[in-house]
């Protein structure tokens, strides 16, 4: 069964194609170590809440966009082998400064329970 990893974060507006960058280099070490699949979405439609909301919760500034991305694994051991040998790796550890405040990421892993791809 497929295995999720989850991120969600914001993003000042100037460092947007910083941020794509980022992604598109990330996408290759993920599909490297065995990921099946990414998505990075900025955010064009995230309303602010009044107890709860995506900008609430990364405590998005002004000037900051809400990215919602994910990465699908095969199955959970492809996942932790693949985080394991990233964080070992010399090239991921050289790799840019991050476009955004890494204190306000969220990010967790997810066991599929209902799926549908219209692929």
């Known amino acids: 069964m497929a295995y999720v990893d989850g ?6 507006n100037a460092r ?5 960058r980022m992604a ?3 996408v290759q070490h993920f599909r490297k170590h065995g990921a099946i699949a ?3 979405n900025w955010g064009d439609d995230v309303p602010d809440g ?3 909301s995506f900008p609430m ?3 998005k500034k ?6 919602f991305a994910w990465i699908i694994w095969p199955d959970k051991e492809t996942r932790d082998a693949a985080w394991k040998a990233m964080m070992a790796d010399p090239e991921m550890q050289a790799g840019p400064e991050m476009p955004f405040d890494g204190k306000r990421m969220m990010w967790g892993g997810f066991t599929e329970i209902v799926s549908f791809r219209a692929d």
């Open 57 to 59: 919760a990364t405590k």
């Open 38 to 40: 990414m998505q990075e």
């Open 16 to 20: 947007r194609d910083d941020y794509i």
């Open 50 to 52: 009044e107890v709860t």
């Open 7 to 12: 991120f969600l974060l914001a993003v000042p």
């Open 62 to 67: 002004e000037d900051e966009t809400v990215v």
């Open 24 to 26: 598109q280099d990330a």
